[in-house]
T-cell receptor, first 111, second 114 residues
């Protein structure tokens, strides 16, 4: 049972464009939704995270939009740069310690 | 380097051999989590340990896999009699406490079974 569904699987964006990655979850007990960025050969690094009491969180060029009623959240990368090319994972966590990850989105930003 | 340290970074084992993966948590962190990443997949929780205790091993296969986090030294994930299907990236994360909002991941160990 895949509790966090992520789309698209891959995404190609031109430099300066907006990258949008979407995730949907099933477990209403989840209360923490982080996004991780992973470069080849590296471990996942926390990019930005949100709790369901807010609908949007912005940090620099990265924004999370959260829709609690639809059980969906998305990552928006504004002014995408080639250096943003990486795999992005959404995840969700409840009151315990386990992170449930989506399958990842391979983002390629063309110069 | 104050980050989570994993070694080796790459490990090649023949079928039937044992694989030992090590993880040193961030300084001051006493909670360690192991995740496995299969190709084209997200990370899957395997086990959660505190010093000298296994708290939750619900994500770990019942056979051949074991984990420990001794009082002194790194956490060890051990895979006995490896099979091709064990080939994956194994990531360790650590946190300051159980109710963490951020766990820090190591760079992973890429295990290849030939």
């Amino acid at each position: 049972q895949q509790q966090v569904k992520q789309s698209p699987q891959s995404l190609i964006v031109q430099k300066g464009g907006i990258s949008i990655i979407n995730c949907a979850y099933e477990n209403t007990a989840f209360d923490y939704f982080p996004w991780y960025q992973q470069f080849p050969g590296k471990g996942p690094a926390l990019l930005i995270a949100i709790r369901p009491d807010v609908s949007e969180k912005k940090e620099g060029r990265f924004t999370i939009s959260f829709n609690k009623s639809a059980k969906q959240f998305s990552l928006h990368i504004m002014d995408s740069q080639p250096g943003d090319s990486a795999t992005y994972f959404c995840a969700a966590k409840g009151s315990n310690y386990k992170l449930t990850f989506g399958k990842g989105t391979l983002l390629t930003v063309n110069p | 380097n104050a980050g989570v340290m994993q070694n080796p970074r790459h490990l090649v084992r023949r079928r039937g051999q044992e694989a030992r993966l090590r993880c040193s948590p961030m300084k001051g962190h006493s909670h360690v989590y192991w995740y496995r990443q299969l190709p084209e997949e997200g990370l899957k929780f395997m086990v959660y340990l505190q010093k000298e205790n296994i708290i939750d091993e619900s994500g770990m296969p019942k056979e051949r896999f074991s984990a420990e986090f001794p009082k002194e030294g790194p956490s060890i994930l051990r895979i006995q009699q490896v099979v091709r299907g064990d080939s994956a990236a194994y990531f360790c994360a650590s946190s300051l406490d159980r109710g963490w909002t951020e766990a820090f991941f190591g760079q992973g160990t890429r295990l290849t079974v030939v």
